[in-house]
């Protein structure tokens, strides 16, 4: 109580008098009884004593200051190492609102579970207020949080991954509009660990983990759940997108693309060309990884902007040879979670890093480990938290407070049979249809069976914060706003396997080689022809010059089985049928052209 009210003389000191906030911030001290309250304030010194907290108490450690540095070192509890789709709620007034792929809560009857949790979880602890904005500062199209954690990695990840400090409490002060967020650690109780946003009212409550998408609040909490809530009342998107500009003749054309979780989006948002596309002057620009808020500009146009500041990339896989600018991203100012921490000499290791795994190491778990011992030693969903500035390609509009036109959207997911290389949807709805019905084997990134295919539409099933249905008519509508300005939409598959299970297409830099096909017909330059599914490439139309495949093998990448699809149909109408009439007509419409289609 006493810390409390010597806090909140503080914030009056600063100017900091916004209501709604000095309340969130008393009422949030009150129940949690923090020992200590900080705000963070963004700056170098701040960051830098919090490095040095964190290492005194063991919550960090200090890597190779010579070849990594500002380079630190984190490991989570072992029961709390991914997202728990499971512990996710929605919690409205009314269970409509979330619809029938989220689990819901009532709103008072979660906030009462909630503060039984809460009740004394800060006692002996610290309170860190981070004042944060999603998207840059001064950008029309940004959004305020305030996240209250008592959890020091949370306020050096959020430093990394938002624009934090002081500018951002200034912000509030004159808008008087923002995110509310309140994290505790408590005692990492997986039984109740719950991950609870209230959309009505701007509030995000996490309790019981320590990982990554549960309490960094900004991501996929705020920029996600809460954005894509707000959107549909405003009238803008938030998709689970990476965004990147395409160079070629010196025009940049910019595409986003949604993947599901591990699914390659900081791969391909960051991806370098083969050398014949560098050679013909070809580059790839990074303005986002992971999620693009897409709003309507003056000209009609659908403009993405990135709300985040860095990447919270998955490590495993990150190497040179398959994402050099991910991996010097890396190389200065980053945390690391759960990868392995070679003690021969301070750095980390993953699988797919390299060929020479370390010979003295720890491995997630903590316990000793080398590269002969036959198990993994990063955890697969381990993961680097690296500034964006760091990346060797980021975009020069990443601070645009526009954002970036948009030429082309593009789905895509893990299919290991059933989708084709690539395809372009007809027109918008058919576009909305096919990200509606995208379905991809789950990975990793969520806590839960890996490798089972489930429908996961526009890679949003665990991040859309309202009724799945009336997203698809968000969808519906915005296209209908854009008319004949509207994105063309497509959809990629790098993971077509052969019937030994090897990945037959590439993948990584090659990827280019469907970009670039993809940019012509967004343009209107490049010829297509007509499948059962949509357009698609003729195969001499996808420059495979210098890859080891036969154009027999690009044509069974390219190939579309109507029996599969006719299956695939069934599956979409019984998926469909979970939404009743909150379907959208031109949604039910697609699905009986695709039914006629593949007869
Ligand atoms: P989140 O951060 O969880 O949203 O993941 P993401 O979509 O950004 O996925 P990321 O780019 O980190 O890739 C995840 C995994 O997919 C890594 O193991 C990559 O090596 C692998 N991957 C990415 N692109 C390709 C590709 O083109 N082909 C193949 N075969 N694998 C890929
Ligand atoms: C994802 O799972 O899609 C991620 C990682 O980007 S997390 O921030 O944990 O959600
Ligand atoms: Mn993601």
């Not at 969903?381 to 990346?391: G, I, L, Q, V």
């Not at 509009?397 to 290991?416: H, K, L, N």
Request: proline share 5%; with cysteine; glycine share 8%.
């Amino acid at each position: 109580m006493a810390t409390n009210k010597v806090f909140l003389k503080f914030l009056e000191t600063q100017k900091i008098c916004d209501e709604t906030l000095v309340n969130f911030i008393d009422e949030s001290a009150n129940l949690c009884q923090p020992d200590k309250i900080v705000l963070v304030d963004g700056s170098k010194e701040q960051i830098e004593a919090f490095r040095a907290e964190a290492c005194a108490t063991g919550e960090l450690y200090k890597l190779n200051q010579e070849i990594l540095p500002d380079c630190y070192y984190h490991k989570t509890a072992v029961n709390d190492v991914a997202r728990v789709e499971g512990r996710t709620f929605i919690c409205t007034k009314e269970k409509s609102v979330v619809g029938p792929t989220n689990n819901w809560m009532e709103t008072s009857e979660a906030l009462a579970l909630l503060n039984k949790h809460y009740d004394g979880a800060m006692k002996g602890r610290t309170m860190y207020i981070i004042p944060y904005s999603m998207g840059p500062v001064t950008s029309p199209y940004s959004k305020n949080g305030i996240e209250l954690s008592d959890s020091i990695y949370v306020a050096l990840n959020m430093a990394i991954m938002t624009r934090v400090g002081m500018s951002v409490l200034k912000n509030i002060e004159t808008s008087h509009e923002f995110v509310k967020g309140l994290h505790a650690k408590a005692d990492i109780n997986e039984e109740n660990r719950y991950i609870c946003h209230f959309p009505e009212e701007n509030l995000i409550c996490s309790v019981n983990s320590g990982y990554g998408g549960n309490v960094l609040l900004g991501k996929k909490c705020f920029a996600l759940r809460i954005a894509s809530y707000l959107g549909w009342k405003e009238g803008w998107m938030a998709e689970h997108m990476l965004i990147l500009g395409i160079e070629k003749d010196g025009v940049i054309r910019y595409v986003s693309a949604a993947f599901p979780s591990a699914c390659g989006k900081t791969n391909l948002a960051m991806l370098i060309p083969p050398e014949g596309y560098i050679k013909d002057g070809y580059k790839v620009w990074c303005v986002g990884d992971d999620i693009a808020w897409l709003n309507i500009g003056a000209d009609g146009q659908l403009y993405a902007i990135n709300p985040e500041n860095g990447f919270f990339g998955v490590a495993p896989g990150t190497s040179m040879k398959s994402n050099p600018n991910a991996l010097i991203s890396t190389q200065k100012g980053t945390i690391f979670t759960n990868v392995v921490l070679n003690k021969d000499n301070d750095t980390v290791w993953w699988e797919g890093l390299d060929k020479n795994p370390p010979k003295n190491a720890l491995d997630w778990y903590g316990n000793p480990w080398n590269g002969e011992m036959g198990t993994k030693g990063a955890h697969p969903n381990s993961r680097f938290t690296a500034p964006a500035t760091n990346c060797p390609c980021v975009s020069s509009e990443f601070e645009a407070p526009m954002g970036v036109p948009i030429s082309a959207i593009v789905f895509g997911g893990r299919r290991a049979k059933t989708a084709p290389l690539v395809y372009q949807a007809r027109d918008w709805n058919h576009g909305v249809f096919v990200g509606a019905t995208m379905a991809s084997e789950t990975t990793a990134a969520a806590a839960g069976a890996v490798g089972v295919i489930r429908r996961d539409p526009m890679a949003m099933l665990p991040f859309c914060g309202y009724n799945m249905g009336e997203y698809f008519s968000h969808w519906v509508e915005m296209g209908k706003k854009l008319g004949d300005k509207a994105p063309k939409i497509f959809n990629v598959n790098w993971f077509k396997t052969d019937d030994e299970g090897n990945f037959i297409w590439p993948g990584f830099g090659d990827n280019m080689r469907v970009l670039d096909w993809i940019i012509e017909r967004a343009t209107g330059k490049a010829d297509a022809i007509e499948s059962p599914i949509g357009f698609q490439p003729k195969a001499e139309d996808i420059n495979i010059d210098g890859l080891d495949i036969s154009m027999d093998t690009l044509e069974s990448l390219l190939s579309v089985d109507k029996a599969t699809w006719a299956e695939e149909a069934n599956g979409i109408e019984e998926f469909f049928a979970k939404f009743g009439d909150d379907l959208p007509s031109e949604l039910r419409a697609e699905l009986e052209t695709l039914k006629k289609n593949v007869q």
